[in-house]
């Protein structure tokens, strides 16, 4: 369909001016009193805020306006993705969701309108609720007449003729200031300096999509939306919505230090306590939407862990709400007992005896099931390595190619010291580190003196048998070893193992104990 119709007066855009604002700059400037009467030209409707609607029509405005393509395609900012027009693309190319858009937009800052004589493009974005210059409301009414400016109006400002403009004495607080400059670095390409506000530097050197979710996910926490769901930035009233925006402001200034403010604006818990150990009731939904999106939320994610695991804090984070918090390494410092129990194949009385016996570390939180024990991961880590190298006095008495008696009488004469045991820590059975017992072998060894000869040696066993009414034992034979008072010899036959290898003078015992005993016959002579 042909135009039949130009305007009088035509002129171009202004660098980072909105659609809505060109519109109402060619309406005053031909006399319109509504800027609907240039979109009736073109077929150009506002209302229905369908971008690719708005885009299909820029070449029917090229020819009503009489200016050049190149010089309007500006004006269109964003475009529809993924089909169902939920997200939009930005001029540089960034997808972000079409929730953090407030177009088209009747909203603006009237002082800037004023000074440079058109509306910016920056007031589409939601999440600035105040001007990164003047520090004033983001608004549809003139704060000095009252006026309202609708979307369909023939004059940039909707003000009585007359009106006294004067700058507001109110401003906004100087983290939202800075939070306001944030965002207009990142949407405008501006280059403020944001040094003395102290945010992230994930934010700061990042991109607009990550610092709007962090806005997102903050929003939700702050206005005590559902966090599980994530729809805390449509829910939110305008008044609510810039209310919040001051608070998450204050949150992200200084971070990480105010991450206990953060929680603080948690629901909560109910009244069933069926949130568990979670600091709040919807603490492991926050927990899991922060490590869903880990990549771009790092340093929320680091802030969180870093909390959680400080030394003053009394509460540890739970499964409960949030399966994937028990997965993978999340670097919790503390398990529930139960998966600790499971961990190490036993269960609640005899994880108990190990915390009480001090082979593991913990603390005792309160919950709605009453005071439960969460382990220290470290302490547990530690102790499931130790448990692999246990062993009971059998297997070690087999190890060692000695009696049962004779490894209790080592543990007796503190030769071999046992991990757990009846007389140490009330364990029902002993149970020795194969690795100390290795390691005592391997001095033994070393203290070793080498002989080629049987004449005039005995074995640690022979020696143990014929000197024994004297009071010789075993761990008598060991200690004066290890003091240094009898020397060890080693002389391995095919087929020893363990203490059987080591052998002694039996003239050094015949000087301890004198001569041994002879041995008892029966009667028929044997």
Known sequence: MAVSKKLLFGTGPVANESLVS????????????????????????????????????LGKLTEVVDVQEEQLTPLFHYSSRYGNHSHVSLPTGEIISRDHLSWPASRMCFYCAAESGYISRLWDLKCVTHCPIHGTCITEVCPSCGERATLDRGSLLPCIPGCPLKLEEHKCGVETFGLMRLLSNKFMGTNYSLLRYGFPKELVNGDISIVLQSLSLLLEVVSCTSIDEGKGIKELQRDDFGRAIDEVSVLLSK??????????FLPSENENQSSA??????????????????????????????????????????????????????????????????????????????????????????????????????????????QRHLVRPRELALSLNVSRQTVRSLRKANVLPCVHGSEKDGWHVCCYDKRIVSEWLETLKQKCVKTHTESGFLS??????????QGLSYGKLLTAIDEGVLTIYLRKKRGEFGLSVFRVRETQLVKWYGPPEPEMHNHDGS
Request: net charge positive; charged share 25%; no cysteine.
């Open 255 to 264: 971070w990480p230090k105010r991450m206990p403010h953060i929680l603080k």
């Open 22 to 57: 060109y519109l109402i700059r060619l309406a005053e400037l031909n006399l319109y009193t509504r800027m609907s009467w240039i979109g009736s030209l073109v077929g150009l409707g506002l209302a229905d805020g369908s971008v690719n609607k708005v885009r299909a029509n």
């Open 277 to 386: 150990i979670s600091p709040r009731q919807e603490f492991g939904f926050l927990y899991r939407r922060v490590r869903e999106n880990q990549q771009s939320l790092q340093f929320f994610f680091d802030a969180l862990v870093q909390h959680v695991n400080g030394p003053d804090n009394n509460k540890v984070i739970t499964k409960r709400g949030s399966p994937s918090m028990l997965e993978g390494d999340e670097r919790r410092l503390y398990v529930p007992a139960r998966s600790a129990g499971a961990f190490l194949g036993m269960g609640r009385a005899k994880l108990k005896h190990l915390y009480n016996w001090g082979h593991i570390q913990g603390k005792y939180v309160q919950t709605g099931y009453g005071k439960t024990l969460w382990v220290n991961r470290e302490s547990l880590e530690q102790y499931a390595e130790l």
């Open 460 to 469: 640690l066993k022979e020696a143990v048998f014929k000197f024994n009414k």
